[in-house]
């Protein structure tokens, strides 16, 4: 987190001693459309999906993995019912802090509360971007970008979770796969 925003290393370490270790097997719902989501957490190992239902189809917004933060960020933020599920696609391992002891510190510690400003200022830059990409570039950018920014996924994520986030069909992406040498 210090890589954000430095602070001071007493309240860093009140912060952190209320993180407690959190462990999931693989296609295990972390959280569910429409329930509140309670907790923030920190990938230690593994790969988490979010991804909402449309007419039964699933459509995968993103993929987190360690080192970062992971959970349903919108729904821990204003404490409403998520619209999306979070689901291990890999047994997982976490960090987590409640949202009412998030909160509490946030309130009693102004450097907490410029710290996670700025983790949600990267985190709106990296969904921008995101955006930018679906609508801006065809099939065949969207699936160079992203093997070059994430070379490491493929082999990590099932193909058709891929090929649901970057909003290219399956059988394409199978086409594009077997096209690139890794």
């Not at 969207?142 to 099932?158: C, D, G, T, V, Y």
């Amino acid at each position: 987190m210090s890589s954000f925003y430095k602070i001071k290393e007493e309240v860093l370490e009140e912060y952190i001693s209320h993180w407690s270790e959190y462990s999931v097997p693989k296609k295990t719902l972390i959280t569910e459309c429409g329930r509140t989501e309670r907790y923030l957490y920190f990938v230690k190992e593994g790969i988490q999906k979010s991804y909402y239902l449309n007419e039964g189809k699933m459509h995968v917004m993103f993929f987190a993995y360690a080192p970062s933060f992971s959970g349903v960020v919108e729904s821990f933020l204003t404490q409403t019912p998520s619209k999306y599920y979070l689901e291990a696609i890999t047994n997982s391992t976490f960090l987590r802090i409640p949202y009412t002891k998030h909160s509490q510190l946030i309130k009693k510690h102004r450097e907490l509360e410029t710290l996670f400003r700025i983790i949600t200022e990267q985190f709106l830059i990296g969904i921008i971007e995101r955006h930018h990409q679906l609508m801006a570039f065809n099939t065949d950018t969207r699936f160079k970008k992203f093997i070059k920014r994430s070379p490491h996924l493929i082999n990590m994520i099932p193909q058709k979770d891929i090929a649901s986030y970057l909003r290219i069909d399956p059988t394409n992406f199978s086409k594009l796969i077997n096209s690139v040498k890794f």
